[in-house]
């Protein structure tokens, strides 16, 4: 029985998009924060709550702003890292999961540090922005990058970041911060990826930063399908083959149940 006859039949949309899918040979998933809200963790464009919400996100997270204030931007990763240590999976990322089971290769470039889709199952990530849940010595001392796991020192956790055990500089969240640059090897392979994908899934982006906002126009340049998952529209809409507009959580999911029954007719 075709879809279209069933009274629960899928939206034209969701199932146009499975079809894009089940086709696809070369598969890239590029995530940015909106797939984690409804993990429970806000995205860079909601306000922070309580006593964050008065800083802006941008401000926070650069080397001038820990340069000027450890003690503020460690303890706004401590909370962000206790957000996300009480988040799991969401259904969202879990789809993104479920398409291993129906594709050959489905490569995830995430822009998020949560680590989720990592901890979901998704058997390959490229982290752009590094990790939140890692930490290392802001001089990097024994290479790039010198990774200390603050479980192992003893400090006073009120008076912010602890020291790094080799060379004594501040240890900092291993994340890439605004001026900073990306990890040449993640971005390298992000970027030969959109330039071979034949399908780029866009999940949870404001495509506005660079230079992750590239990804989906290299990718539309050399003839890859665009399906953006977004509740809002954004500069990538305009070049989206398909726009599902909703929470990725209760989209996704859709797309995964029209790709098993179209895989399955
Ligand atoms: C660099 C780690 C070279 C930290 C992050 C060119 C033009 C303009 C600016 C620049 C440019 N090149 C460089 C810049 C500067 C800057 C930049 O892009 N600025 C922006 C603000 C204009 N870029 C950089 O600095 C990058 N470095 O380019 O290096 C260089 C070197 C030296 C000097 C100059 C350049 C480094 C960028 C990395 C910054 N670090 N994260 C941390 O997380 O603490 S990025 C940070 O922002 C997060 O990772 C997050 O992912 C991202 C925010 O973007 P989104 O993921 O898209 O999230 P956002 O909140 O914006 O949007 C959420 C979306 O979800 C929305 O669309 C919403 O509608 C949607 N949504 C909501 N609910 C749901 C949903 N979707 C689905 N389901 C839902 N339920
Ligand atoms: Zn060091």
């Known amino acids: ?33 909106g797939i984690s ?45 206790e957000m996300v240590r009480q988040a799991g999976p969401n259904p969202g990322h879990r789809a993104i999961v479920d398409l291993e089971t ?5 490569v995830v470039v995430t822009q998020n540090t949560d680590g989720i889709h990592q901890l979901c199952g998704s058997s390959d990530v490229i982290t752009l922005h590094g990790s939140m849940l890692s930490n290392r010595c802001s001089r ?15 400090w006073d956790r009120d008076s912010g970041p ?8 501040w240890v900092r969240p291993a994340v890439v911060w605004f001026g900073e640059s990306l990890p040449p090897a993640a971005l390298e392979r992000a970027f030969d990826l959109s330039n071979q994908a034949d399908v780029m899934l866009v999940v949870g ?6 230079p992750a906002a590239n990804l989906p126009f290299l ?37 995964i149940a029209a790709l098993a029954e179209i895989s399955h007719a």
Request: proline residues 9%.
């Open 1 to 33: 029985m075709s879809s279209e006859s069933d009274k629960h039949a899928l939206p034209p949309l969701i199932t146009a998009a499975a079809r894009a899918l089940r086709d696809s040979r070369r598969l890239v998933v590029l995530t940015g924060a």
């Open 37 to 81: 809200k409804e993990s429970g963790i806000p995205t860079f464009r909601d306000a922070m709550d309580g006593l964050w919400a008065r800083y802006d996100p941008h401000q926070l997270a650069t080397p001038e702003a820990f340069e000027r204030n450890p003690k503020l931007v460690w303890d706004w990763y401590e909370y962000r890292r």
């Open 102 to 106: 129906y594709l050959p290769h489905v």
């Open 140 to 154: 990097n001392c024994q290479g790039d990058p010198t990774l200390i796991d603050v479980d192992d020192l003893v």
């Open 162 to 169: 602890p020291r790094c055990p080799h060379c004594g500089a």
């Open 205 to 210: 982006t404001s495509g506005v930063v660079q």
């Open 219 to 255: 990718a539309r340049r050399q003839g890859a399908v665009i399906i953006e998952v977004n509740p809002s529209r954004t500069p990538i809409t305009a070049i989206a083959d398909w726009h599902l507009a909703g929470p990725s959580g209760q989209i996704l999911p859709q797309v």
